[in-house]
């Protein structure tokens, strides 16, 4: 009984950690991204891949690659995409497709796909 307890206390205090550093890391991603949107260039890429949820991911990432101007070869660069993969199926591009990407000219590997972040009110 004793060992079941400290069982799903350790559990407990483990699940809280991982949904705190879960949150933590969504805002840092989140306030990057208003970055890049706010103070980045755009060019032209392309959709590279599209990794939708698996198990107990709840994100969808698109993987893709861009040559911004100046640059020696392509960027390959991943969008994660927090939202739930039925709200943005509208939008959510599929490999191959043309798309805008949005980087900040002094570190383009920080990229987004442009038009699945909204600017900042």
Do not use: N
């Amino acid at each position: 009984m004793i060992g079941t307890g400290i069982l799903l206390m350790a559990l407990a205090v483990g699940l809280t950690a991982w949904l705190a550093h879960t949150h933590v890391a969504s805002r840092r991603q989140m306030e990057r991204e208003i970055e890049i949107v706010t103070r980045g260039q755009c060019c032209q890429g392309r959709v590279l891949a599209v990794q939708r949820p698996f198990l107990l991911e709840s994100v969808t990432r698109l993987y893709f690659e861009f040559a911004p101007p100046g640059a020696a070869r392509p960027v390959q660069c991943c969008h994660t995409e927090r939202r739930p993969a039925d709200r943005i199926a509208s939008i959510l591009p599929s490999a191959g497709m043309l798309v805008t990407v949005t980087y900040l000219p002094e570190s383009p590997q920080d990229a987004i796909i442009g038009k699945l972040v909204s600017p900042p009110h």
